[in-house]
């Protein structure tokens, strides 16, 4: 393929009654520069890889590769290796887009000069849409420290690398590490590399579905205790970087203790442990959490709760639930 202005790489396992819809979201884009569409089959055991092949052989804009099982990141990566745009966007295989995802990620891209572009996402099971509590955000241009607060600690937008627009040379110093959990460990480094950062809420062009079998939708096992790793990378940047932020590092594994207690199945010894690792952070750092005016009332009150038992957390949960504050696997 010849350089083109963004390479969509869509990383394909196991997905054949999802892939049609997604592939078709990207093909019916109302954008009117180049782009190339990069699928690349993660040794799947189903017919994935045939329905890629389909499309590949029927569509200039698509290009299907293969290679042998590696997980998310080694999909990724290999995606990259021929990708030719300019610029890149990661879509889950599962997931689909709207019309004009490329079309408005560009037009925020363009107006605001910006590296990369940060949107927010629709949240969906197979059925419906999830409801959002989070507020609608401003489109802006920010720095690299800037976006790591609303990405990190605000969580604004997610660190998710679906949804977003990202410079090739950006992606290209920082491959995703092998493992769980890949996003969190990887966007601060995108954001590091640049202070042309744009904050937009486009959450209606990314349908992110979330689905039994997924990684957060699943069994503990100790692949999923590589989430405290990347927490323990993430807390010695913010320490380098921005040490100003060292008494809210514990908002980043109270984070990681949430998605494990919300979305992994566990035991109840499991449970407890997962949150015993929360409380000694939070309990030392809960004062300074409290008296940040930027932080949210939502990230505060899950800060008091971690500070308590588990006992607590299941019963306030279930509260919660009731009053359909919050729904199903979602914080």
Same mark, same amino acid.
């Given at each position: 393929m010849n350089k083109c202005e963004v390479s969509i790489i869509v990383p394909i396992y196991n997905v054949e009654q999802y892939l049609v819809k997604c592939i078709e979201?990207?093909?019916?884009?109302?954008?009117?520069? &180049?782009?190339? +569409?990069?699928?690349?089959d993660d040794g799947s055991t189903?017919? /994935?890889?045939? #329905?890629?092949?389909?499309?590949?052989?029927?569509?200039?804009? #698509?290009? =299907?590769?293969?290679?042998?099982n590696g997980g998310l990141? /080694?999909?990724?990566?290999?995606? %990259?290796?021929?990708? =030719? @745009?300019?610029?890149?966007? !990661?879509?889950d295989s599962d997931d689909y887009v709207s019309e004009s995802y490329l079309k408005? %990620? !560009?037009?925020?891209?363009?107006?605001l000069d910006a590296d990369i572009v940060l949107t927010k996402i629709c949240l969906m099971t197979e059925e419906e849409s999830i409801k959002n509590h989070k507020e609608v955000i401003k489109t802006e241009l920010v720095d690299g420290k800037e976006a790591f607060w609303e990405v990190y600690f605000q969580k604004k937008v997610s660190w998710s690398a679906c949804a977003k627009l990202m410079k090739k040379e950006i992606l290209d110093k920082h491959p995703f590490p092998l493992g769980y959990y890949e996003d969190s460990a990887s966007m601060y480094l995108f954001l590091s590399e640049t202070d042309k950062i744009a904050l937009t809420d486009l959450r209606n062009n990314y349908h992110y579905i979330r689905r039994g079998? /997924?990684?957060? &939708? $699943?069994?503990?096992?100790?692949?999923? %205790?590589? #989430?405290?790793?990347?927490?323990?990378? #993430?807390?010695?940047?913010?320490?380098?970087?921005?040490p100003e932020w060292s008494g809210l590092t514990a908002l980043i594994y109270q984070n990681a203790v949430l998605q494990l207690l919300t979305r992994i199945d566990m035991n109840k010894e499991e449970y407890n442990s997962i949150f015993d690792k929360a409380?000694? +952070? /939070?309990?030392?750092?809960?004062?300074? +959490?409290?008296?940040?005016?930027? +932080? @949210?009332? $939502?990230?505060?009150?899950?800060?008091?709760?971690l500070c308590t038992n588990p006992a607590v957390f299941r019963l306030q949960r279930t509260f919660m639930l009731k009053l359909n504050l919050i729904k199903g696997n979602w914080v």
């Amino acid at each position: 393929m010849n350089k083109c202005e963004v390479s969509i790489i869509v990383p394909i396992y196991n997905v054949e009654q999802y892939l049609v819809k997604c592939i078709e979201s990207l093909l019916n884009q109302n954008f009117n520069k &180049a782009y190339e +569409i990069i699928l690349v089959d993660d040794g799947s055991t189903d017919k /994935s890889g045939d #329905i890629a092949d389909k499309y590949d052989r029927e569509n200039e804009l #698509i290009k =299907t590769i293969h290679k042998e099982n590696g997980g998310l990141s /080694s999909a990724r990566n290999y995606g %990259m290796q021929f990708a =030719t @745009g300019l610029f890149v966007t !990661f879509v889950d295989s599962d997931d689909y887009v709207s019309e004009s995802y490329l079309k408005d %990620m !560009f037009k925020v891209k363009d107006k605001l000069d910006a590296d990369i572009v940060l949107t927010k996402i629709c949240l969906m099971t197979e059925e419906e849409s999830i409801k959002n509590h989070k507020e609608v955000i401003k489109t802006e241009l920010v720095d690299g420290k800037e976006a790591f607060w609303e990405v990190y600690f605000q969580k604004k937008v997610s660190w998710s690398a679906c949804a977003k627009l990202m410079k090739k040379e950006i992606l290209d110093k920082h491959p995703f590490p092998l493992g769980y959990y890949e996003d969190s460990a990887s966007m601060y480094l995108f954001l590091s590399e640049t202070d042309k950062i744009a904050l937009t809420d486009l959450r209606n062009n990314y349908h992110y579905i979330r689905r039994g079998g /997924s990684i957060t &939708a $699943s069994k503990l096992s100790t692949k999923h %205790m590589r #989430i405290f790793e990347v927490c323990d990378e #993430i807390s010695k940047h913010i320490d380098t970087c921005c040490p100003e932020w060292s008494g809210l590092t514990a908002l980043i594994y109270q984070n990681a203790v949430l998605q494990l207690l919300t979305r992994i199945d566990m035991n109840k010894e499991e449970y407890n442990s997962i949150f015993d690792k929360a409380v000694t +952070i /939070s309990r030392n750092n809960l004062l300074e +959490i409290l008296k940040e005016k930027r +932080i @949210g009332w $939502s990230t505060k009150y899950y800060a008091v709760v971690l500070c308590t038992n588990p006992a607590v957390f299941r019963l306030q949960r279930t509260f919660m639930l009731k009053l359909n504050l919050i729904k199903g696997n979602w914080v």
